[in-house]
């Protein structure tokens, strides 16, 4: 079955670094659009970046020039690299895969998800 695992959350202050991993098995890693999302209680999940199979990046405005998404085929890993951290950006962080071509910032083209990893970031 198709497994998606993420890593690399954790508790951090403001201006702080991190760095999510999201290991995938069971499915043909090189294949999907990667994208990861956020959701904090009460709010919708939000769209944060993308990579497709091209490797092509895709970023929700408010982490432009903070956080970079990368793929590695050869270890089914994609990761979200986060700098310049904010308070705002505390969030549970979700990877997912899409085999879609259109509409990939919306979290309904997205057909395979992760548990999620906590983020926070303290002022």
């Known amino acids: 079955q198709v497994q998606l695992v993420e890593s690399g959350g954790g508790l951090v202050q403001a201006g702080d670094s991190l760095r999510l991993s999201c290991a995938a098995s069971?499915?043909?890693?090189?294949?999907?659009?990667w994208g990861w999302f956020r959701q904090v209680p009460g709010k919708e999940r939000e769209f944060v970046a993308l990579?497709?199979?091209?490797?092509?990046?895709y970023y929700t405005d408010s982490v432009k020039g903070r956080f970079t998404i990368s793929r590695d085929n050869a270890k089914n890993t994609v990761y979200l690299q986060m700098n310049s951290l904010k308070p705002e950006d505390t969030a549970v962080y979700y990877c997912?895969?899409?085999?879609?071509?259109?509409?990939?910032?919306?979290?309904?083209?997205?057909?395979?998800w992760g548990q999620g990893t906590q983020v926070t970031v303290s002022s």
């Open positions: 990579v497709t199979r091209s490797g092509s990046t």
């Open positions: 069971g499915l043909t890693f090189s294949t999907y659009t």
């Open positions: 997912a895969a899409s085999s879609q071509l259109v509409r990939l910032d919306t979290q309904n083209s997205y057909r395979y």
